[in-house]
Nanobody
Framework: QVHLAESGGGLVQAGGSLRLSCVAS????????MGWYRQAPGKRSELVAS???????SYADSVKGRFTISRDNAKNTVYVQMNALEPEDTAIYFC??????????????WGQGTQVTVSS
């Protein structure tokens, strides 16, 4: 139902910034929540930030004050601005979208991931 394409990852020094983008495409009737997860080597996946259709946001404690999630509904795109990056932020970041079709079917879709590496 929905295809997600992430971009914006890369290598940055500690204290630097990156902005990740995720574009949703396909047959979309209504997008509910959008968010970003990350998985570091040897660790479990964790929810970094999410944004609901009403614009409300939620952040993991480890990124509060440094990351900002936003969405552009006209472009079906979700962003996360990541400032003051730390080596502990190094991970693969995955976009997630929860959506509904016209008949009410719920879909959970995941992107392929984009690598973020923060050097000390």
């Amino acid at each position: 139902q929905v295809h997600l394409a992430e971009s914006g990852g890369g290598l940055v020094q500690a204290g630097g910034s990156l902005r990740l983008s995720c574009v949703a495409s396909g047959s979309i009737f209504e997008i509910n929540g959008m968010g970003w997860y990350r998985q570091a080597p040897g660790k479990r996946s964790e929810l970094v930030a999410s944004i609901n259709s009403d614009g409300s946001t939620s952040y993991a404690d480890s990124v509060k004050g440094r990351f900002t999630i936003s969405r552009d509904n006209a472009k079906n795109t979700v962003y996360v601005q990541m400032n003051a990056l730390e080596p502990e932020d190094t991970a693969i970041y995955f976009c997630h979208v929860n959506s509904q079709s016209a008949d009410g079917t719920v879909y959970d879709d995941w992107g392929q991931g984009t690598q973020v590496t923060v050097s000390s």
